[in-house]
């Protein structure tokens, strides 16, 4: 069993505006497909604060991190730049599928800017804000994310 945590980013569900609905559809769907989740955290869109909550869940040996929003063009969107600032290596192909995938639905979805990427043995995944949006885009991804964290925890040979 994989262990994931959940990091909302918004500044409007970080200081209550509304509550966050995608952390809590995001932690159904890892819940579902049997991954154990450690943490669900909401913090406003700063980069420093992102980079900090992505820093800590990779030290801590976190498996699998989802972040839900900060994806799109608004000035304050920076969870992509949180997250290169992060990773060793990209994994561009799940980005790029979840942006294929998502404008079959609507060609806005050619405006998220999420990428993923590896810190030491923990998988970062960008989702859009969304709920909608992260249900789709995690459920296009999630049935092969087993497979990678496999390779990535030395689980399973590589053969590519």
């Given at each position: 069993?994989?262990?994931?945590?959940?990091?909302?980013?918004?500044?409007?569900?970080?200081?209550?505006?509304?509550?966050?609905?995608?952390?809590?559809?995001?932690?159904?769907?890892l819940e579902?497909?049997?991954?154990l989740?450690t943490?669900?955290?909401?913090?406003?869109d700063?980069?420093?604060?992102?980079?900090?909550?992505?820093?800590?869940e990779?030290?801590?040996?976190i498996?699998l991190?989802?972040?839900?929003?900060?994806?799109?063009?608004?000035?304050?969107?920076?969870?992509?730049?949180?997250?290169?600032?992060?990773?060793?290596?990209?994994?561009?192909?799940?980005?790029?599928?979840?942006?294929?995938?998502?404008m079959?639905?609507?060609?806005?979805?050619?405006?998220?800017?999420?990428?993923?990427?590896?810190?030491g043995?923990s998988?970062?995944?960008?989702?859009?804000?969304?709920?909608?949006?992260?249900?789709?885009?995690?459920?296009?991804?999630l049935?092969?994310?087993?497979?990678?964290?496999?390779?990535?925890?030395?689980k399973?040979?590589?053969?590519?």
């Amino acid at each position: 069993m994989y262990q994931a945590s959940i990091i909302t980013v918004s500044d409007r569900a970080a200081h209550g505006v509304y509550e966050d609905q995608s952390g809590p559809t995001v932690r159904s769907l890892l819940e579902a497909s049997g991954y154990l989740i450690t943490h669900q955290i909401i913090i406003p869109d700063e980069k420093n604060k992102i980079t900090t909550a992505l820093l800590s869940e990779c030290e801590q040996g976190i498996h699998l991190i989802i972040t839900t929003g900060g994806t799109g063009f608004s000035p304050r969107d920076v969870t992509p730049e949180a997250t290169i600032a992060v990773i060793e290596r990209e994994a561009p192909g799940i980005a790029e599928y979840m942006r294929q995938r998502s404008m079959e639905i609507t060609p806005r979805g050619m405006l998220s800017r999420g990428i993923a990427g590896i810190r030491g043995s923990s998988l970062i995944v960008n989702l859009p804000g969304s709920p909608k949006a992260a249900r789709e885009n995690l459920g296009f991804i999630l049935p092969h994310l087993t497979h990678g964290l496999d390779m990535l925890n030395g689980k399973q040979e590589t053969n590519a």
